[in-house]
């Protein structure tokens, strides 16, 4: 097991050095420094200006490989980042000079405050609804609740976002519908709506997969056998179903945990909610390379990271599976 | 039958009484609870509500240049002149932390020196920076150190490009910075000499009139050394301190108290404030009754000023309607909901008591003509062929909402010499535009071997309504026959090709003032100025224009200069450098209890003048935010329901 972690960790430095190339490719691709200058500084700024910025941030030197006679081939760019994210060291962002260790860590916790109940939230609905139809399948409700599901998985985010404002904000008064401050429990009021768009937008993909899941286990032999053995509905359900239904929504669940960090952009761009996908939001049309950069850089960690958890999750929830 | 299964109590108690728990400690009010009620006199703790669309990227005032940082900073760092609230036709300047207008004295050599002197007792707000955390008293030498500061290469202020072709010993201490790595603050500045606790010279190389508008910029503003040496941003044993371009330490009638990223800024008024007070007279003598009671009275008139971040405009719109913002732009997202189609505010609204304000930006816009170009540039006829034949006014309309003033000449309203009858003799005339460009040698469009004349129209595409407004000014030109072939650039590469002078025709040009002074507008078309170094994109070269545009730039404004500013006019019009298209113009609204004081726009904010009636937004806040609650029992009701058919589903099983 434990060969196999360092396996996978070592494999992930080719991938993460990947991911960084092609993102500063394709953010340099789109634009060069001097017209991230220009776009940053305003189309106001002198050609003093320009070059004074691109040289106080180093993006005066070479994009890739230093080809000028006398300097090193790696005094570029691409390597002097590589190096600086090598050693953990996320810099600074490009357009404010905020140090972007300050940046992602005001932002981690609002976000997490937003995703990471709406993630239990809604796992437990969903879990929850998708049990419930199960029980009650091939009824009227059933129907009724597969038109809705599909229904709901059919509106895009930005519609849950605008009618929940619109509804639960505006006309029936009941929470903010902007805004988000740390205050104790008074933080509830601002995280409530957000939290239940979030979870009422995931719902209808949810609950059809996990009934289609949980169905799957209700024809196997185990659960017959329980029956004729007089188990109740409900302990069927409960215990046996949910159980190993389970094991195949870990893929689905613990690759994704990692990522509840990194927030919702379009949420938190409605609700003023100053998380991580703000940030990016921000930094995307600002442009600052910087955060963008080490955006990319961790979520890339974050995101091996959750694959390698997921298989030590699933190596451990079913004994057939060993990792070698 | 079906009988409703009987639900355990014991189950119901607690759940019903969390979500009446919860709806009860909840409202829509999304701000924090005040940190203050009530003034030391027993009066409200005023604060103002307002909205902004990003952080600001620094509050350096050697480098703050966009709206929204300058926004939060006129409040708190205060300049040496400032702009009169209410005379915006011309715009008028009047002193702040100087004691009086500098004295203009011209030297033998043909430079000339402005003397200053600061008014005295004026404190920079308490802060741990200074000894004891008490604010220090404002001296010429902050001025002195502001102004090397520009020269500094390492704060990257946009002043330094325009500055240092004046200021003497600016571009010089720059170039030796950067050549050693770091700027000497020790050795003096030539172009600015301290003569006194409170008085100083700033030396110029030629005349400069327009010298006191950037006194009235932030990028002269005096900062105190202290506050740049403390927040540098170094961990010191508590923490990391911010930098000084988010921590500000001035002068100004509020302070900074609070500043979540991505959130909101908290402005609090500064105690110890006396530099302005209200203006006594300037206003028109409609509004004599709402101002003549404000007229000498200390500054600023609320407490507070709480500024959200908003990123997108629904969110706007939707608190500005339930009463928790006190103002708000009108912007595409809200227009149609806000204004009946003949641009009124919408009945709803004004039964609200909400004012409608609109309020024209000096700026001007227009699309860039490249007279360096073999086909427009050296056929005058055809260029104003073809600003004749764009319609503006039907650009605005579908556009715009009809909210900005077509443009008719290059200065915008407020700026000296702008002439208000003046219509341009080639704005749109289909008929005139076709005789024109029969005239310029292409008949039908045609030139004389019967091709089709086809010109390039480069344009920055960002967005869909960029695209709309592209393919709308196609059609308007390929009304006289000839061909546009539309070029879709980025941003940054249509500004590259503005400097390589490889267009033909280039959209989406414009400029706002820095300073309410025709030069800031004249020398857009001085030969002087053309790109990279200058903003002169459509490369317009007339030695004539040159020669009335130097000699205006230098004079103050009189009659003699208005003359000179009419030629000017009159040579761009004959010209035709451009085709103008708008005085951009924006609509407003205020709630009742915040009515606007002023709205001079080149002041942002204005937050002194601001003014609030907190017990009527009080009431009103509480008369349209009451809840409903039968939605709760209607969702109490399904889950009940939910539950009787899944225990009936287990009886029967």
Known sequence: ?324 | MFAFPQIPRRFLIPWVSCVVLAMAGCSNDPYPPLQRATREDGSPWLVRYGAMPEDPRSLDPQVCYDSVGKRILEPVQECLLEYHPFKTDPYELRPCLLAGFPEKVAKPDGGILYRCTLQQGILFHDDPCFPGGKGRELTADDVLFAFQRMADPRVESPALSTLQDYVLGLGERFEAAKKSGSFDYKQPLSGLQVTGRYTFEVHLSQPYPQLLYWLAMPFTAPVAKEAVDYYDGKPHGDGARDHFRFHPVGTGPFRIAEWKRNSFIRLVRHPGYRTTTFPQEGWDASREAQLRPLAGRALPLVDEVHMTIFRESIPIFMLFRQGYLDGMGLGKDAFSSLMTPSRELAPKYRERGVALHRDTEPSTYYMSLNMEDPVLGKNRKLRQALSASFHSQAFLDIFYNSVPIPAQQLLPPGIAGFQRDFKNPYGYDLEKAKALLAEAGYPNGRDASGNTLEITFDTAATGADERLMAEFEKKQFEQLGIKIRVVENTFARLMEKLDQGSFQIAGGSGWGADYPDPENFFFLYYSKNFPPGGKNASRYKNPEFDRVFEKMAVMENSPERESLVLQLNAMLTEDVPHILTMHRSLFSLTQPWAPRIQSNPMLEGGFKYAVLDSGLRGEKRREWNRPSLWPLGLLLGTLMAGAAVAIRANRKN
């Open chain 1, 1 to 324: 097991m434990f060969s196999y972690i360092i396996r996978r960790l070592l494999f992930s430095l080719p991938i993460v050095f990947g991911v960084m190339l092609i993102t500063f490719f394709l953010f340099f691709v789109v634009q060069s420094p001097n017209a991230m200058a220009r776009r940053v500084l305003g189309p106001k700024a002198s050609p003093q200006a320009v070059e004074t910025w691109l040289h106080n941030r180093g993006y005066d030197k070479p994009l890739l490989v230093n080809t000028r006679p006398g300097e090193p081939f790696y005094d570029s760019l691409f390597f002097r980042q590589m190096r600086r994210l090598a050693a953990f060291d996320l810099g600074n962002s490009d357009v404010t000079g905020r140090p972007l260790k300050q940046v992602f860590a005001s932002g981690a916790l609002p976000s997490l405050l937003v995703t990471f109940p709406a993630f239990v939230a809604g796992m437990c609905f969903s879990l929850g609804l998708a049990l419930y139809l199960v029980f009650v399948r091939n009824s009227a409700v059933d129907l009724v609740a597969a038109l809705l599901c599909v229904g709901l998985m059919s509106m895009p985010v930005m519609v849950y976002i605008i009618f929940g404002q619109y509804l639960v904000a505006q006309v029936l008064n009941y929470f903010p519908a902007f805004g988000f401050h740390l205050q104790g429990w008074s933080t509830l009021k601002f995280l409530l709506l957000p939290v239940a768009l979030m979870v009422v937008s995931g719902l209808g993909a949810d609950v059809r997969l996990f009934r289609a899941l949980f169905l799957e286990e209700m024809g196997q032999d185990y659960i017959r056998t329980a029956r004729a053995k007089g188990v109740s509905n409900a302990r069927v359900l409960l215990v046996h179903v949910l159980k190993n239904g389970l094991i195949n929504l870990i893929t689905l669940v613990v690759a994704s945990l990692p990522f509840l960090i990194m927030g919702s952009l379009v949420l938190e761009n409605f609700f003023g909610i100053p998380g991580l996908g703000n940030v990016l939001f921000s930094a995307i049309q600002a442009p600052d390379f910087a955060v963008v950069q080490a955006s990319v850089f961790l979520g890339s960690l974050l995101y091996l990271g959750g694959l390698l958890l997921t298989d030590l999750c699933y190596a451990w929830a079913d004994p057939r599976i060993r990792l070698q």
